[in-house]
């Protein structure tokens, strides 16, 4: 079982930056592949950002590589979202998740067996 815990989100103007935080419940948090997508009301929830257990590899969607970091402290359980040069765009709930998984990332919502309850991040023009 795992629980997360998603913070860091408000509202911003265009270009300002943000780091979300998913702090995670479990003494095997260091087993689980960890990701973060986000949803607008009457979209899908995408895929923005994944990283594998020991933060060895990661992944983006092409909207935010560059300006976007995932990265992840499994000391302290917690997985990070370093958001920079935010666009409206952006704006959605974020939420992170955890898969469970060794070695690989995963990008996929089905993939992913436990969620955040998200936090919205807001970015104005």
């Known amino acids: 079982q795992v629980q997360l815990v998603e913070s860091g989100g408000g509202l911003v103007q265009a270009g300002d930056s943000l780091r979300l935080s998913c702090a995670a419940s479990g003494r095997t948090f260091s087993s689980w592949a960890m990701g973060w997508f986000r949803q607008v009301p009457g979209k899908e929830r995408d895929f923005v950002a994944a990283?594998?257990?020991?933060?060895?590899?990661?992944d983006y969607i092409d909207s935010v590589k560059g300006r976007f970091t995932i990265s992840r402290d499994n000391a302290k359980n917690t997985v990070y979202l370093q958001m920079n040069g935010l666009k409206p765009e952006d704006t959605a709930v974020y939420y992170c998740a955890a898969a469970w998984g060794v070695g690989r990332i995963y990008t996929y919502t089905r993939d992913y067996s436990y969620w955040g309850q998200g936090t919205q991040v807001t970015v104005s023009s």
């Open positions: 990283i594998s257990w020991n933060g060895s590899v990661t």
